[in-house]
């Protein structure tokens, strides 16, 4: 109750800050491709929350790591490939195996 | 004597081979998070939570603090060699350290910035074992009520010099409190802001935020810059000669106790430490003119202040249970989940953990001295690393972390959420830092409420009839006041300034 009244007042105080312009914040919101890149990382992870549990870690971190990668930056379709698979794979070693963690195996029985 | 002794038996804890490698392994990881731009101590910490809660509480101690403290080591040497701060901490550091660089004397700069971070981390000790001895005596005379007027002093005092408006640093911490009541109410047994959900009945896990408004928010606020390119600088003789050392030892001293004092001080941010005590030096200096163009004191005094300042925030940590910025947070939830209540009974009845700790912070000081040097060629080839390459893996490493929590595809979604919410919070300019705060004191703050509420059968005159707790209420009230005043003054004091 008391959290909300607090909450209420704070806003509204600055609100009215905001109305008399003492409280001038000057966004600088992402435009051209930073703005597609940020659209295309939110949704990547998103897709991979999504498929983490069904096709299980392995799988999901490859696919993601393409995902990301060819999202940010211009690299040769081998090379993403190529780095995705060495590192979903090494980051399963050192979690699942050498760390003990389970993470959800999916596809993957191991 | 009896410190003396407790120290000792903390030496012989620390440098048991575990503990050590422990030790280790958290400077390394330290200075990697330090030397990287876009991963603080604070995400870095939180993101290792889970996996070392397979490790011994004072192993897993050990580790944490050692990426603390190893940050502020790390940040020096990019921000000397590559003018590239990879921490908050050391951006002041580069004003200097890198135009000595420029002129040749890269390796006196990261030379002194050693030397400097070492001295100032060997005071801070000292400060942080005789402090802690005085204030855990007079907290072992505190009840549930002086512990609500404490928290409640820390929280408004972390409000009031978290940003450049009082008014979105009461937002965040409010906002951080109510994230804190979601669950099940621990006396009452009632679910809480759960709307139905069985995911949320367990609450918001504090690390999982942290790992999403640190961590994941930096990602998403680097996407939208272009890839920073490294530059190439000699490093040359490293040993600073004579007279370099005569002319910033007392830079070093005065940074080292500059930061001991602030660090002790809920809110204040080692970046903000580091700037205040640059600017003392420059106004000290017989020469003010030399600063922004390779003096030596300009790098010397920030280093030690950033050390001894994370050296006495273990001080409120470790003695009353209250942290003073968002790393320390995030290890108060550390020692919480192994099973540790920081507060004068730790210091009776888990020894052997807060003085291994704090004997172990010391050996990892003079770790760092030895391996900070040598290391360097390899923390530049890791910069080479393209941050597109980079980013996913600290993505996957989060979302592993967050799963790691509890086993629960929610805390991930819980992440992202808090990722998005980070992100936005830095365009708009809120503070993050009263946010953690507030959510890792929050079930602390009500459960000492509750209690004292308890005890008065009710009465909120509690709070005013026992003089240390209106000691307390009455300085929240000042300081509030006093951050008011200065603001309707229209005085913007250089200590406001966020994380």
Known sequence: ?110 | MDTLTNLMDGFSVALQPEMLFFCLVGSIIGTLVGVLPGLGPAAAMAILVPFASGLSPTAAIIMLCAIYYGAMYGGSTTSILLNIPGEAASVVTCLDGYEMAKQGRAGVALGIAAISSFVAGTFGLIGLVFLSSILVDLALQFGPPEYFGLLLLGLTVAISLSGKSLVKGLITAIAGLLIATIGIDPQSGIPRYTYGFTDMLAGFDAIVVVIGLFAVAEVFSNAETSAFTILKSKIGRIWPNFSELRQSSGAICRGSVVGFLLGLIPGIAPAVVTFVSYDLEKRVSRNPKAFGSGAIEGVAAPEGANNSCTSAGMVPLFTLGLPTTASLAVLLGALMIHGLQPGPLMFEQQKSVVWGVIASMYIGNVMLLVLNLPLIPLWIKLLKVPYPLLAPIILTICVISAYGVRNNIFDIWVMLGFGVIGYLMRKFEFPTVPLIISLILGDKLENALRQSLTLSDGSLMIFISRPITLIFILLAITATSLSLYSRFKGKNLSLFQSE
């Open chain 1, 1 to 110: 109750m008391i959290e909300a009244i607090l909450l209420l007042i704070a806003g509204l105080t600055l609100l009215a800050d905001v109305y008399t312009g003492r409280n001038d914040v000057e966004i600088n919101w992402p435009k051209g491709i930073f703005r597609f890149r940020l659209f295309r990382l939110a949704l990547a992870l998103v897709g991979y929350v999504a498929i983490l549990k069904p096709l299980g870690f392995l799988t999901a971190t490859f696919l993601f790591m393409i995902f990301t990668i060819s999202a940010w930056q211009n690299y040769r379709k081998l090379v993403i490939v190529g780095y995705a698979l060495v590192f979903s794979i090494g980051l399963h070693l050192i979690f699942n195996k050498l760390l003990g963690m389970s993470l959800p195996p999916g596809l993957w029985m191991d």
